[in-house]
């Protein structure tokens, strides 16, 4: 199956600082989507990008398929970023994979 | 669009009983998909329904789980002899071909 791998790991920023969150992935896909898990544990769609560049007021995405990787951006980012956030691909099937994860944290 | 419903939010239950979990997806979605999510992993699928068929089951799915999906509509989830393993977020999502998948709120279960 589909391998995917997110980076860094952990992040740790000040409010108000950027961040980038990259997405590898291993085959070709037919969906790519960005998600934030929140507190509770519900996972919120944040963009469906399986190509090309999307924003969403701070947030923005770009997925390069051919080189089979998708960036998350975040501008001057608030407390109530933080949270896991997940990239999740899938082929031909449609079943998505996830990758384990990057933990923002973002410190007042 | 109302999103997809999951009851209960929480359950514990004890080691050896069974449990049903269900979901409601958005209507117009055709597919309905079950993940798990244990604590620092991100979630693993276990099985999916286009409109009342399962097509695919993980091999996580041990014969003491079972799905449902009867007409095409909501989706049930049972684990029978629950075990401490079994302890997890179970999380439903539905989507139509070519549209994102849209999640529940999941349901946490504890085995005690």
């Known amino acids: 199956g589909i391998q995917v791998e997110q980076s860094p790991p952990d992040l740790i920023l000040q409010e108000g600082a950027n961040s980038t969150l990259r997405c590898n992935f291993s085959?070709?896909?037919?969906?790519l989507q960005w998600f934030h898990q929140n507190p509770w544990g519900q996972l919120i769609n944040l963009f469906y990008?399986?190509?090309g560049t999307k924003q969403n007021g701070r947030l923005s995405a770009t997925t390069v398929a051919t080189e089979r990787y998708s960036l998350l951006y975040i501008s001057s980012s608030q407390t109530t970023d933080s949270g896991v956030y997940f990239c999740?691909?899938?082929?031909?099937?449609?079943?998505?994979?996830f990758g384990t994860g990057t933990r923002l944290t973002i410190i007042p | 669009d109302t999103g997809v419903s999951q009851d209960p939010r929480h359950k514990i239950t004890k080691r050896g009983q069974n449990v049903t979990f269900r979901c409601d997806p958005i209507?117009?979605?055709?597919?309905l998909y079950w993940y798990r999510q244990t604590l620092g992993q991100g979630p693993e699928f276990l099985t999916y329904?286009?409109?009342?068929?399962?097509?695919?089951k993980s091999r996580l799915l041990s014969d003491r789980f079972s799905a449902e999906r009867p007409k095409g509509s909501f989706s049930t989830l049972e684990i029978q002899r629950t075990e401490q393993g079994d302890s997890a977020m179970y999380l439903c999502?539905?989507?139509?071909f070519g549209r994102g998948y849209t999640f529940g709120s999941g349901t946490r279960l504890t085995v005690v």
């Open positions: 085959d070709s896909v037919n969906n």
């Open positions: 990008i399986p190509s």
């Open positions: 209507s117009e979605h055709n597919r």
């Open positions: 999502a539905s989507s139509s």
């Open positions: 999740a691909v899938a082929g031909g099937n449609e079943k998505l994979t």
């Open positions: 329904f286009q409109n009342e068929a399962q097509l695919e």
